[in-house]
């Protein structure tokens, strides 16, 4: 089971700071990513780290803006998101791939959360 938690209203220009732990089955061996989904249109993979926390990625739009880490002690994922714009309106899900690399395609994941909103007001 994946929680997320952080998610909330924000001026432009602020921060959030996303977590996602998981319970359960642990994440420890895979990739784990964070996607989010406007209405209207289809999931992103916004940020995916690889199992140890090496090699990372992120979608042009929010290069130099989030950043993705982990902390497989306690198995749980972040997703820091600093300048923040109204474009970056959206559900935030974490999710976890069925392999240990960072995957760019949300049909790469196995393992969903239930999605935290994140709201950046104009």
């Known amino acids: 089971q994946l929680q997320a938690s952080g998610g909330g209203l924000v001026q432009a220009g602020g921060s959030l700071r996303l977590s996602c732990a998981a319970s359960?089955?642990?994440?420890?061996?895979?990739?784990m990513g964070w996607i989010r989904q406007v209405p209207g249109k289809e999931r992103e993979v916004v940020a995916a780290?690889?199992?140890?926390?090496?090699?990372?990625y992120y979608e042009d739009s929010v290069k130099g803006r989030f950043t993705i880490s982990r902390d497989n002690a306690k198995n749980t994922v972040y997703l820091q998101m600093n300048s923040l714009k109204s474009e970056d309106t959206a559900v935030y899900y974490c999710?976890?791939?069925?392999?240990?690399?960072?995957?760019?395609?949300?049909?790469?994941?196995?393992?969903w959360g239930q999605g935290t909103l994140v709201t950046v007001s104009s």
């Open positions: 359960g089955r642990t994440s420890v061996a895979y990739g």
């Open positions: 780290i690889n199992w140890n926390g090496r090699s990372t």
């Open positions: 999710a976890v791939s069925s392999g240990s690399s960072y995957y760019i395609g949300p049909r790469q994941y196995a393992y």
